[in-house]
């Protein structure tokens, strides 16, 4: 038997319905905030990622699934979906008409971390972005949005945390404090982090490793050493949370796994979900367009974990299962035959009908109407074909009544539909 690839997993019926009803609800709250869907590919050229997400990166480093084709270009399976949302962005114009757009997207993206619970190899994520807006509001935006959304689903135990990352003209001072910092506790650090130490010293104050974590204790902030318009703009982002009521923390550790981030940055994270505790994140890009060949255009974004947040809905998925109508127990073949022509008519009236195809015996489809929670029943043999009627019965209430065989659609779907 051939198994799915390891940290891929198969999303099955049962689980499915609440995807789908955590997708409508997202669809629907970002419509209602003026976000438009974009679909984009799952496969890139490998240089786009390389050269947005960042060279010292994990993702880049170790994560990504490349491969050459067969002429041998390298291409790699899209470990996130910012860089192909800037990519489609710049390559369709799409600034030209007007530089300002807010759009969302939803898919499976790819990662080679290893498999736990909550981390996937092949995991999804609800995406949102805003371009061509500098201003600190399109943060306070996502972030209120993102919160709508989680308020939506009733997710609690949820806690929003803020930070700036500062720009090209000010991140350069905290890095060289950074980096004295770290130094003088070069010995403490992993493999990992002394490596990239010099080239990317804001990702030891992200690393999980206890030794880094304690090592980084006491660090300087990056807040202390904004620039007069970061500081600005990140005063300005947090009365716009206040004014809009987003409870937060102001969170000096919050650091991006990714180089292209500026400004603000922000992360969801919840006590409900162990050592994966992060449910959302995002924060400014302002220089990704440009540097991936675009206008100079300021853009901001996040994205929410789907597999996380699907553990984290209260909603029970077997509460948005939707069972059938009505079941027909078909006995004798030209019953067989009238009830397939029924439940695909019922079809069209939107009544899930179930029937059985082989003609079982009535003891057997009974059974399965049961098992499938039919509302209705309705037994169909010989006799009720030569009598033109058969009996309907409320699997719930257990009333009966007698139906016409003629028209049965219409009224059944008068019925059930009622
Ligand atoms: P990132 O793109 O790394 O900022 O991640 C955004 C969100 O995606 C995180 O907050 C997680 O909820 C989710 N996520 C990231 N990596 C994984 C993974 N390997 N498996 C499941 N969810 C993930």
Request: glycine share 6%; aromatic share 8%.
């Amino acid at each position: 038997m051939i198994q799915s690839i390891r940290g891929f997993r198969d999303i099955l019926p049962g689980e499915t319905e609440l995807w789908q009803y955590i997708e409508k609800e997202a669809i629907s709250v970002f419509s209602d905030f003026g976000f438009k869907e974009i679909r984009i590919p799952v496969m890139e050229k490998t240089e786009l990622f390389a050269r947005s997400i960042g060279e010292d990166t994990d993702i880049v480093e170790k994560e990504m699934y490349t491969f050459p084709d067969r002429k041998g270009d390298l291409l790699t399976l899209r470990p996130e979906a910012t860089a192909s949302v800037v990519r489609s962005y710049i390559q369709q114009k799409i600034y030209a008409a007007d530089p300002a757009q807010k759009f969302y997207t939803i898919g499976p993206m790819f990662r080679r971390e290893r498999p736990q619970k909550g981390r996937y190899r092949q995991f999804y994520q609800i995406n949102a972005e805003i371009f061509g807006v500098a201003e600190a509001n399109a943060d306070a935006l996502l972030i209120f949005m993102l919160m709508t959304l989680l308020k939506r689903l009733q997710v609690t135990d949820i806690e929003a945390h803020v930070n700036s990352l500062g720009c090209p003209e000010c991140r350069p001072t905290f890095r060289n404090a950074l980096i004295a910092f770290l130094s003088d506790r070069a010995e403490a650090l992993c493999a990992d982090c002394t490596r990239r130490m010099d080239k990317n010293p804001l990702r030891v104050l992200d690393c999980k490793v206890p030794g880094c974590r304690e090592a980084a204790t006491g660090a300087p902030a990056i807040t202390d050493h904004l620039c007069t318009e970061c500081a600005d703009h990140f005063e300005t982002l947090k009365a716009s949370l206040e004014g809009l009521d987003v409870p937060f923390v102001v969170d000096k550790r919050l650091v991006r796994g990714l180089d292209y981030y500026t400004r603000s940055t922000f992360e969801i994270l919840t006590g409900a979900l162990g050592a994966q505790n992060a449910v959302a994140g995002g924060g400014r890009y302002d220089g990704l367009i440009k540097l991936l060949g675009g206008p100079d255009l300021p853009a901001t974004g996040f994205a929410i974990g789907l597999d996380r947040l699907a553990e984290l809905v209260p909603t029970k998925a077997e509460s948005l299962v939707r069972h059938p109508d009505i079941y027909i127990a078909a006995l004798g073949e030209k019953s067989l035959g009238l009830a397939f022509q029924w439940i695909c008519t019922l079809a069209l009236s939107s009544i899930r009908a179930e029937t059985d195809y082989s003609g079982r015996s009535l003891k057997s489809q009974m059974k399965r109407a049961d098992r499938l929670d039919a509302a209705y029943t309705l037994i169909v043999g010989e006799q009720e074909i030569e009598n033109g009627a058969a009996v309907l019965r409320n699997m719930k209430t257990s009333d009966q009544q007698e139906i016409s065989l003629e028209n049965l659609p219409k009224t059944l779907a008068d019925i059930i539909g009622a």
